[in-house]
């Protein structure tokens, strides 16, 4: 993966290393998954998607400030791609096979694992965006599903699909503006401040680090 920047070259770096748990997303996987956070029609902390990036395990590190260090290098992207979408465009990161083809499939993963979080509220865009935001929901829904499901296992074929399927890294940015700009219409409140990762957490509390033990046994015990 070329043309990161510095601080996206960190998160990569770390993604990959021993540092996270094999349930944590990869760099594109992630970025699909902030594009999608980004245009959920409903408010999401990242105080409550943060954790989905790293995995049930959570982060393997020493102390909290390594925690929003690292916390920090995430949300530098997301905050990216708001003042992008802020100027109508967006440059999704792709994978990239070993002939230098475009694997768009892995973005499209982490947006439907976006999705996921709050999946009732995908179903506002047609009320708040008219027919063009609908039709971008239904183009990501469905390249989602055919980049997530084997073709010999997808229950109802569609005529379209070969022709999404040929377009899809051209259709993904061109959708996410169509229901950023949407979103932004409705009035509907987006997150942008590093407080949410600002983590104040006492000793009985669940350890920002994901990894589901009390914050006295797992990062506060590892700074003693």
């Known amino acids: ?32 998954f902030l594009a999608g956070m980004i245009c959920c029609p409903a408010v999401v902390v990242p105080a409550e998607w943060m954790r989905q990036v790293w995995g049930e395990t959570g982060l393997k590190v020493q102390n909290v400030e390594q925690i929003q260090a690292v916390n920090g290098l995430v949300m530098a992207r997301y905050k990216q791609v708001l003042n992008r979408l802020d100027q109508g465009v967006y440059s999704p990161i792709y994978d990239v096979d070993d002939n230098e083809k475009v694997v768009w499939h892995t973005w499209a993963g982490g947006f439907l694992r976006a999705m996921a979080i ?9 009320d708040i965006g008219g027919d063009e935001a609908a039709q971008a929901i239904f183009t990501l829904m469905r390249l989602c599903e055919l980049g997530s499901v084997p073709e010999e296992e ?13 377009v899809a890294p051209d259709l993904i940015p061109e959708a996410i503006v169509l229901l950023y700009g949407a979103k932004r219409a409705a009035g509907v409140v987006i997150p942008t401040s590093l407080e949410e990762t600002e983590i104040k957490i006492g000793r009985n509390d669940p350890c920002p680090c994901g990894s589901g033990k009390k914050y006295k046994k797992c990062c506060l015990g590892n700074e003693a």
């Open 118 to 126: 709050r999946p009732e509220a995908w179903h506002q865009f047609g």
């Open 154 to 166: 997808q229950e109802m074929p569609m005529e379209i699909d070969a022709q999404l399927l040929s």
């Open 1 to 32: 993966m070329s043309g990161l920047s510095e601080h996206l070259e960190l998160l990569d770096g770390f993604l990959g290393s021993d540092m996270v748990s094999e349930e944590a997303m990869t760099l594109s996987e992630l970025d699909g």
